[in-house]
């Protein structure tokens, strides 16, 4: 039995040393090449062509190469796990992820606490103006999402000194933090966000969450950070917001299209930065543990670790 990669845009060279060095008898195949399908046991998918996963009779596990599952739910053919015979789905959880993305956001949250935005723009300008810095007291980090990826941000956070509240679906008690929950206590949460950070997995109903609505019941002048998906983000509103002057500025690392186009308004954004997707990458050595003991779970018939609730979308 074996393993295929099915993953178009990816690069897989990586992640089978990766498997290969834990296991050098594990038989990896990648798609289209992966024949007979009848062998294949273990799916490792990113952004695969929709109905794909229907191809293979056999096939006991479909498991994300990252944490999010929203390029799997894409797929209209997706087997239901919940049916009998169905393969079970799972995500990839890593404390690297978790610690990549803590230190994405404390930069990115002390990149506009400090000004370094109003001083980029004075540089270009060859203006010497030095202003007043912020109150960090006075500066609520409001995090959508306390998932492993949330909850290990808002400890980072809030350890540097930040006050930190979290807002989720359901109640979760995290120590320091104040948290909120459902859509009664959402609006309770966004008056607090001076900096709202965007960490929600992307799901039908948190689709277009970030939305004029939503940055008109933040404080005035708050500003945004979304490291989420680009689903999130309405992004015809933020350009509004910040014209505006609803939201002071915003920090992307994820776009509805990626990558950006050349000829996408947010490039030349004056208080707009962004990145290419690198707040949180999947490190091959790092989950390649997970995957083999996913596998030796799957052949002993044992609960597999880190399964998807497909009705819950994450």
Same mark, same amino acid.
């Given at each position: 039995m074996?393993?295929t990669?099915? +993953?178009?845009?990816n ?6 040393t ?9 038989d ?7 024949e ?24 006991? +596990? ?14 209209p ?5 919940d ?17 990549n ?39 609520v980090i ?22 930190v +509240? ?19 206590e ?8 001076r900096?709202l950070?965007c960490?929600?997995?992307l ?18 002048g ?29 920090c ?63």
């Amino acid at each position: 039995m074996a393993i295929t990669f099915i +993953c178009p845009e990816n690069d897989t060279i990586s992640w089978i040393t990766a498997l290969k060095t834990l296991d050098p008898t594990l038989d990896i195949r990648v798609w289209p090449g992966d024949e007979p399908k009848e062998e294949i046991e273990m799916a490792l998918t990113w952004k695969h062509p929709p109905g794909t996963l229907t191809e293979y009779p056999n096939l006991g +596990c479909i498991c994300s190469m990252g944490a999010g599952i929203d390029h799997l739910l894409a797929d209209p053919l997706l087997p239901d796990p919940d049916l009998p015979g169905n393969p079970t789905i799972v995500r990839l959880v890593d404390q690297r992820l978790a610690d990549n993305m803590s230190e994405y956001l404390l930069l990115a949250v002390l990149y506009h606490f400090r000004q370094f935005d109003f001083y980029q723009a004075k540089k270009e300008e060859r203006l010497w103006e030095p202003i007043l810095p912020l109150e960090k007291k006075e500066m609520v980090i409001g995090i959508m999402g306390l998932g492993q990826l949330g909850e290990a941000a808002a400890k980072r956070l809030g350890e540097t000194g930040f006050p930190v +509240c979290g807002w989720r679906n359901s109640h979760k008690k995290i120590d320091g933090i104040q948290s909120f929950h459902g859509k009664g206590e959402l609006d309770n949460f966004l008056s607090r966000a001076r900096i709202l950070i965007c960490l929600l997995p992307l799901t039908r109903k948190t689709r277009h969450i970030l939305n004029l609505d939503t940055f008109s019941k933040l404080p005035g002048g708050a500003y945004l950070i979304n490291v989420g998906r680009g689903g999130h983000l309405k992004e015809i509103d933020l350009l509004t917001a910040l014209d505006q002057k609803v939201l002071s500025g915003a920090c992307l690392d994820v776009f509805q299209s990626e990558p950006l186009p050349g000829d996408h308004p947010f490039w030349q954004h004056p208080k707009i930065m962004l990145t290419p997707h690198i707040s949180s990458q999947t490190n091959p050595m790092s989950v390649a543990p997970q995957i083999v003991s996913n596998l030796n779970r799957l052949r002993a018939g044992e609960s597999l670790l880190n399964r998807v609730d497909i009705k819950k979308e994450y």
